[in-house]
């Protein structure tokens, strides 16, 4: 079943309306259910999809929609810093509470994730690094561009109950399956538990789609 609804975002000083589109097993949600929170929402149905054809893990998929004005700068940490916030406190507050009231949700600290791919996954992971409370871990993959990352950061963040998987498709660039390996030595000096792999594959939907079951599946499947 897929719900979709309408809320709206600030990105400096204008509105964006955007959808927000939730992917709910069917008939009910269960206390037990994972959470999954989705960057670039736009395409949730084909992670929900392919899920439902691969997979019988029941979950709910929250996809939140990217501005196509701004996706950089509102995902990606040093672009634009109170763009990035405004878009942060929306995904991590508004979309959460909107989805616990709306849907009942039980979003379980240790059942919620945060997913994102190219500058996606450069939010996701910065989402999981900066609310650890809220989300168990990330699964980022195929993160693009060299602007200012989490692993720039140089105080000490206890990661220890964390976890992250992240991919990057073979045919990649080198330089963003470099920058992954950094990312991923980042995380565990931190403390977090991490699956990095590195599958057939380009840029592109078919990877990140035929990745995230696998990666779902790991995270959740480490208690």
């Not at 979309?95 to 994730?113: G, S």
């Not at 840029?203 to 790991?218: I, K």
Request: proline fraction near 4%; charge should be positive.
């Amino acid at each position: 079943m897929f719900h979709q609804s309408t809320t709206s975002s600030r990105c400096g000083q204008s509105g964006v309306t955007r959808s927000v589109l939730l992917f709910v097993p069917n008939p009910k949600i269960s206390d037990e259910c994972p959470v999954v929170f989705c960057a670039d929402g736009q395409t949730t149905k084909h992670f929900a999809e392919r899920l439902r054809s691969d997979h019988n893990r029941p979950l709910v998929l929250i996809g939140v929609d990217h501005d196509p004005r701004n996706r950089a700068i509102e995902y990606v940490f040093g672009h634009r810093p109170e763009a990035f916030a405004n878009h942060e406190l929306f995904f991590t507050e508004t979309v959460f509470d909107w989805a616990r009231q709306e849907f009942k949700l039980k979003t379980n600290r240790n059942r919620t994730v945060v997913f994102g791919y190219s500058c996606g996954g450069a939010f996701a992971t910065s989402m999981a690094v900066r609310h650890p409370d809220k989300y168990v871990g990330a699964i980022a993959m195929s993160i693009a561009g060299r602007p200012v990352r989490v692993d720039q950061d140089s105080g000490k963040i206890d990661l220890s109950n964390s976890r992250f998987c992240l991919a990057a498709g073979q045919s990649e660039m080198s330089g963003m399956k470099k920058y992954m390996k950094r990312l991923e030595k980042w995380l565990g000096n931190q403390g977090a538990a991490c699956r990095h792999s590195v599958p057939r594959g380009n840029h592109n939907l078919e990877l990140w789609t035929s990745e995230f079951g696998p990666a779902l599946n790991w995270l959740l499947d480490q208690d």
